[in-house]
């Protein structure tokens, strides 16, 4: 009676917790992606509406950052309206190794911008990742530099200003360009624009005051987004507005926040960085001149919604016939770790590394990258790198995972003694555990070392979980066979024969594809090498175990059930050969063949 109350309670705790997977993980993610083509279109459409009411048909200059001039009430969203939106004002064509676009001489800003080396799926033919994108787009997305002047300054350069281009129009890492713009006071403003061959430009404004009396004015830089990703980041990884300046230091706010907090101003900084970042993208500006400069984290509902990262730098003077140079770094790309990294060493840019997500536990997090990268370089093949990154760690665990193995068979040589005690104290559990840590004392086990190779694991599936889901890296890294991008899930599923039946399996069943049947086997004939617990409710959890784990681990990136099941086959050929050195009998065909065989019941 007592085995059948506790195997019902092991079902439905098993139940429970699938039920727990299913609505609060797998649930929630089907119904974004469901819902992900509504939203966006109902958000065009509010946005749009509020557009127009707020400005029908024309824009106006704001006198400082903050203040951002209504959308046009137009949008396009098709690729022939986007290129008829970019064909509206003049520019200067931008073309790298690894970037294309232009920039927009109205506002002197970057908003037309494509990353050369990487596409929107899988497929190489599919349309590059748009990264930067005019105002009147939904998802307008741009970078701007301008200045704030006085009633004495004149006009200085903003959103409205146009710029005139001297000589070279296409800016190439091997040619700037300059723009030029000369208001009614005698100011000149001389803008020098360059790039390197990745992804970062640089803005050196240089101010030149040929009139007779001495100006002041102020210099900005803001970052401005328009929309946000469809479907919400994990919980592991942040998306929105960040940067570090000031005694601060990392400053992270997710869009969620800060629509509900609206602004946040920091202290001020002379150094730093700041801007919007996504998952595998960023945009953010760098101030290099060490001026002093006020930093904003905000979001304006005010017209037409709009997320902005901006600082504006203390008042600068420039006395008459003399002039002032200013520059600004802006990164805008893809969030390449190694060259991420150069950019921080190189150009001593403060925590410019931290704009990749590598979490509280950045300690084992950046390592475990770097080994899986190295690998990588070696077999060409990130699956392969994640297989070899498997044997490295096992080897460095190795002598714990052996002592834990061998205290293990010597649990299984003395399990003779252990039935003995049980049947002497069956009516006496207080007597049957004191005789229990008595035998274990005499005979030098350790009754949880079964427990640590699989806990050793954890800080390691932690670790490779984060790099496989933040790392541009493993995007659509393939391994081989029907896994063409390790960061994303097995596209095969149980529920139609791995795709043999020609159907798509409704959306409230579990996701679990091939890999995650393979993960359960090895875990489950791992666990079968094991003793078989004397409670009879952990004899169940240890059955019903790697059920649960097979589903929990469908929705997860491939590369990371890639790496559990290679793990664990590692473990049961390492357990095995531990078992025999001590002398152990190795039961796992004993194991599996009682699964079949008739329990005796009471009575007999």
Same mark, same amino acid.
């Given at each position: 009676?007592?085995?059948?109350? @506790? ?47 707020? *400005?029908?048909? $024309? ?21 022939? &309206? ?17 970037? =294309?676009?232009?920039? *927009?001489?109205?506002? $002197? ?73 000369? @208001? ?24 030149? *005051? ?13 970052? %401005? ?35 509900? @907090? ?5 202290? /001020? ?12 993208? #960023? ?19 005010? &017209? ?63 390592? +475990? ?13 990130? &699956? ?22 061998? =205290? ?12 003995? %005690? ?7 559990? +207080? ?12 005979? /030098? ?28 890296? +493993? ?38 594809? #091939? ?13 079968? +090498? ?49 078992? /025999? ?24």
């Amino acid at each position: 009676m007592e085995n059948n109350r @506790n195997f019902y309670i092991t079902i439905v705790l098993s139940v429970l917790i699938l039920g727990l997977w299913q609505i609060f993980y797998v649930m929630p993610r089907s119904e974004q992606q469901r819902e992900a083509a509504r939203i966006e279109e109902q958000r065009v459409a509010e946005q749009k509406k509020a557009a127009e009411a707020a *400005n029908p048909g $024309g824009t106006t200059a704001p006198a400082a950052p903050g203040a951002i001039p209504n959308a046009p009430g137009t949008y396009v969203t098709t690729p022939e &309206g986007r290129a008829q939106e970019v064909a509206k004002t003049a520019r200067v064509n931008i073309d790298t190794p690894s970037l =294309s676009g232009s920039i *927009n001489l109205t506002g $002197g800003r970057l908003d037309d911008l494509k990353l050369k080396h990487y596409t929107e799926t899988v497929d190489k033919t599919s349309p590059q990742i748009q990264l930067l994108n005019p105002q009147a787009l939904p998802t307008g997305y741009y970078a701007e530099i301008g200045f704030v002047g006085s009633d004495t300054t004149g006009a200085v350069p903003g959103p409205e200003t146009v710029w005139s281009v001297d000589g070279n129009a296409t800016l190439t890492p091997a040619t700037p360009v300059t723009l030029t713009f000369t @208001n009614d006071k005698g100011l000149t403003f001389k803008r020098t624009v360059s790039v390197d061959n990745d992804y970062m430009f640089t803005v050196s404004d240089a101010v030149q *005051n040929s009139g007779s009396a001495p100006v002041t004015l102020s210099n900005y830089g803001r970052v %401005i987004r328009f929309d946000k990703p469809a479907i919400a980041s994990s919980y592991v990884l942040h998306e929105g507005l960040i940067g570090v300046t000031g005694t601060e230091g990392l400053q992270e706010h997710k869009y969620a926040d800060i629509e509900k @907090n609206k602004l946040y101003t920091p202290g /001020k900084s002379t150094d730093g960085w700041l801007g919007i970042t996504d998952k595998y993208w #960023a945009v953010t500006l760098v101030p290099t001149e060490k001026q002093p400069f006020q930093p904003h984290y905000a979001y304006y509902d005010n &017209g037409r919604p709009r997320y902005q990262s901006d600082f504006l730098t203390d008042p600068i003077t420039i006395a008459a016939g003399q002039s002032a140079t200013v520059e600004t770094e802006i990164f805008a790309g893809a969030k390449e770790v190694n060259k991420i990294n150069a950019y921080a060493q190189d150009r001593q840019i403060r925590l410019f590394d931290r704009l990749i997500d590598w979490g509280w536990f950045i300690w084992i997090t950046k390592p +475990m990258f770097y080994l899986i990268d190295t690998l990588y370089k070696f077999f060409g093949n990130f &699956g392969l790198a994640i297989l070899a990154t498997t044997v490295v760690v096992k080897t460095i665990f190795f002598p714990l995972a052996n002592k834990s193995y061998a =205290s293990m068979a010597n649990m299984k040589k003395v399990q003779p003694k252990m039935l003995e %005690i049980r049947e002497k104290y069956a009516d006496d559990k +207080m007597k049957q555990q004191q005789a229990m840590m008595e035998l274990y004392k005499t005979e /030098k086990i350790n009754p949880l070392a079964g427990c640590w190779p699989v806990a050793l694991q954890i800080p390691v599936f932690f670790s490779l979980y984060k790099v496989l889901y933040i790392t541009i890296e +493993m995007r659509h890294a393939p391994f081989f066979g029907w896994i063409q991008d390790l960061a994303a899930p097995d596209p095969t599923s149980i529920f139609n024969l791995f795709g043999l039946l020609p159907f798509a399996p409704p959306a409230f069943l579990p996701h679990m594809g #091939a890999w995650a049947v393979v993960m359960g086997i090895t875990m489950f004939l791992q666990m079968r +090498m094991n003793p078989t617990p004397p409670d009879p409710t952990q004899a169940q959890i240890f059955t019903w175990m790697p059920v649960i784990f097979t589903f929990m681990m469908g929705s997860f990136p491939a590369g990371l059930v890639i790496y559990w099941a290679w793990n664990n086959t590692l473990s049961i050929l390492q357990q095995g050969v531990i078992m /025999k050195r001590q002398g152990a009998k190795i039961e796992l065909w004993d194991n599996l063949a009682a699964l079949f065989r008739k329990k005796p019941s009471p009575a007999e």
